[in-house]
């Protein structure tokens, strides 16, 4: 209870916070927009020059990025911690936040929460039911059961990885350049895996997981049976992976020693 | 004295180069996932808008080892110091506080170029299949124009950076900057798969300057005059850029207003 309560009165004072410099947030708000356009316009721009990928069409493909936008969303407005190393590390952040009478973990999550990218969420599932009515999708009784249940596995699954580089930082305190180059990475998880050979798969199923935010559970609504089980895989993986992410954000606390005043 | 900046900059990031060897193993997975998305897009096709399979990987790998050399994050430095009130101080010392900075994210280019993008680049060409041109020509062009996008892409972030004294909140306009270099720069895609409409308004903006010109020189897409009209091109903007940006610094140093600090 107290950590929902403490959760709420963060969210009102940065509303507030937010709402102060209403310019950019309108620009921020674009450019959120403007980002998620330009995937669109990539798929749009490369279906002009080809008709399937391995057998994809092009609705379906912008489907697995419509899909892609919600966990996503929910992802970049409560996990911002891509800055982690500089932000709290380096410049001895951490010793506030470990002051603190909640979870580090949770105070730098509600510290750092962008609640306007959750606008991600509309635009995703708009572009799934254009998509979708492209298709000729129809919409089951459980199917909205599922969505729920995929999209918490993925933004866990993101969650997860963030948190593990993040909790890296307390071993190695050297910056590293890393994280923003993952969220690249992120993005080939939106495309069919059968495109890419064996390591990069493998990479993307079991190490690197991103395809657990795309294309395998999103293949459980296109009703493309022969990626089922990685599609239910999907809210396993999630647990699993926030699970070694908490683990090593404890034993890194643990380490953590402070440097600069 | 502005040499000495750009010395100490990089010997900054010398202090943290360990770190640099697993970006070169994350930017190696991201160009080969790039690859293989591309041969799942030329699909049987011999060439796309006169791109070979090949040279559309060479076109990938030098982009995005182009992009760590004239890449920087000096506008999100000259907004956080403007907000910080640090830029008062800034200013009474006795350089060009615009001089500086460049030298700053010259000096992080060059480190990049050095100990990032060339492995990075051997690595690349042990695994993939990329052509390299044996012309001298090509890379003295391609060098010369290198250095025009850099000349380019941080005039257009001094912008950004400047604009923070009229707009004091800056995050959401440099995000759209970064989205909008991403796509129309030709990172992503080569201006010339875009619709003709499309490259004809983009024939207007100077992004272009930034990778597309170095990257088409480099796989030999452009040959013979495109080479010099191109350039040409890309000094023609870089000498532009430095209009909007005296009026702006001149005007933001009389309205200056420190926001604590």
């Known amino acids: 209870m107290f950590y929902v309560s403490i959760f709420f009165q963060y969210a009102s004072q940065y509303m507030k916070t937010r709402l102060t410099y209403r310019s950019d947030l309108v620009v921020e708000l674009f450019s959120d927009i403007l980002f998620q356009a330009v995937n669109l316009i990539f798929i749009l721009v490369v279906f002009g020059h080809t008709t399937l990928l391995s057998g994809w069409s092009r609705e379906e493909i912008i489907f697995i990025y419509g899909f892609f936008l919600v966990p996503y969303a929910i992802f970049s407005s409560f996990f911002n911690i891509w800055d982690f190393n500089e932000r709290y590390i380096v410049k001895g952040e951490m010793d506030r936040v470990l002051t603190r009478p909640i979870h580090s973990l949770f105070q730098i999550i509600i510290e750092r929460m962008e609640l306007e990218s959750m606008f991600g969420v509309i635009t995703g599932v708009a572009i799934m039911f254009y998509a979708g009515s492209q298709l000729g999708l129809t919409v089951s009784w459980y199917d909205p059961f599922m969505f729920i249940l995929m999209v918490a596995g993925g933004a866990l699954i993101y969650a997860g990885i963030f948190i593990i580089l993040a909790s890296i930082s307390f071993w190695s305190d050297s910056r590293t350049d890393i994280m923003p180059m993952m969220y690249n990475i992120g993005n080939y998880g939106r495309y069919p895996v059968d495109i890419y050979n064996q390591v990069i798969r493998y990479v993307l199923t079991w190490i690197l997981p991103f395809a657990f935010v795309g294309v395998y559970p999103a293949a459980f609504f296109l009703g493309r049976d022969e990626w089922y089980f990685y599609a239910f895989l999907t809210p396993v993986m999630g647990l699993v992976f926030i699970t070694i992410a908490v683990f090593a954000w404890n034993e890194g606390v643990k380490r953590y020693r402070g440097a600069g005043n | ?261």
């Open chain 2, 1 to 261: 004295m502005y040499l000495e900046m750009l010395r100490i900059r990089f010997l900054m990031m010398l202090a943290y180069r360990t770190n640099y060897y697993s970006g070169i193993l994350i930017y190696s997975i991201n160009i080969g996932a790039y690859y293989f998305l591309w041969q799942a897009i030329y699909g049987g096709q011999e060439s796309i808008q006169g791109l070979s399979v090949v040279q559309m990987t060479t076109y990938v790998a030098i982009a995005w080892m182009a992009r760590a050399f004239y890449f920087n994050n000096i506008d999100r430095e000259i907004a956080q110091e403007i907000q910080e009130g640090k830029v008062a101080v800034e200013m009474i010392r006795p350089y060009n506080y615009l001089g500086m900075k460049t030298m700053q994210g010259l000096g992080e280019g060059l480190f990049r170029l050095l100990f990032f993008s060339a492995p990075g680049m051997v690595i690349v060409w042990l695994a993939f299949p990329i052509s390299f041109s044996a012309e001298v020509s090509v890379w003295g062009f391609f060098f010369i124009s290198l250095i025009f996008s850099f000349i380019v892409n941080t005039q257009i972030n001094l912008l950004t950076g400047i604009l923070t004294f009229f707009l004091l909140y800056n995050t959401g306009l440099i995000r759209a900057k970064r989205v909008v270099i991403d796509l129309f720069s030709g990172l992503l895609l080569p201006i010339s798969f875009y619709p003709l409409w499309a490259q004809d308004i983009m024939a207007f903006l100077p992004f272009q300057a930034i990778s597309y010109i170095p990257s088409m020189i480099f796989t030999e897409g452009f040959t013979g005059g495109e080479v010099y009209s191109a350039l040409f091109q890309q000094a023609v903007w870089c000498l532009i850029l430095i209009v909007p940006i005296q009026i702006l610094w001149v005007t933001a140093r009389r309205r200056l207003i420190v926001q604590g600090g």
